[in-house]
């Protein structure tokens, strides 16, 4: 395994570490069928904090991400055989992961910190009110419900994001038994071809 499956691997291992922490507030918003109020504050609470984080620990988790996608790509430059399937398939899963997280997850913990912006509520994805959904109505801030709603959107896309990641560590894992049974055969080959050598040699030897 080389450096580049470990930016990879390491990249993935550390969001799904994240992953693992939100999984506890969106457990009760998406399989549960009763949840409280105070499971929807919990959840707003945490994805408020993750929001309104430090700029250096949002550039440390954002330069985790792009480890990964550096990773991949380099991987894919070299163009090897297992690259034309592994790598692009890893290239597509991953990057589709960061896309859920920047046009999903990120507008709809921007609304949670600005519900009475227009242009930021518009922007996020959510099951709005009726009365939401006509055209030119009169805004108004996000109600209880699409607050709850909200957060559960963000939480059905961790489930997405947790499942397109475990996609590339099966590529990643497959690349690698790929080229491990490529190489057992080339050295079964070359161990072939050394003992023919020496067979040749040994009945020249007999001849002369």
Avoid at 91 to 114: D, G, H, Q, T
Avoid at 149 to 171: D, F, R
Wanted: one cysteine or more; proline letters at 2%.
């Amino acid at each position: 395994m080389g450096f580049r499956t470990g930016f990879v691997i390491a990249s993935v291992c550390f969001t799904y570490g994240l992953l693992y922490i939100t999984s506890t507030y969106d457990y009760p918003l998406l399989f549960q069928q009763g949840f409280t109020q105070s499971d929807v504050d919990k959840s707003v609470g945490f994805y408020l904090s993750m929001y309104q984080a430090p700029l250096s620990v949002k550039a440390l988790v954002h330069s985790v991400f792009g480890l990964g996608l550096i990773g991949i790509v380099v991987k894919i430059v070299r163009w090897g055989e297992q690259d034309k399937y592994f790598g692009s398939v890893s290239l597509l899963l991953y990057f589709s992961s960061l896309l859920m997280y920047v046009s999903v997850e990120i507008p709809n913990m921007r609304v949670l910190a600005a519900p009475e912006e227009k242009n930021i509520v518009h922007r996020a994805v959510f099951d709005a009110e009726d009365t939401r959904k006509v055209e030119n109505y009169e805004f108004y801030p996000l109600t209880g419900r699409e607050r709850a709603s909200v957060v559960q959107v963000i939480g059905a896309t961790n489930v997405i994001i947790t499942a397109l990641l475990a996609g590339v560590l099966l590529m990643q894992g497959g690349e690698w038994y790929s080229t491990r049974l490529d190489r057992i055969a080339e050295n079964k080959q070359r161990q072939e071809m050394i003992a023919k050598l020496g067979a040749d040699r040994s009945v020249e030897k007999k001849v002369d």
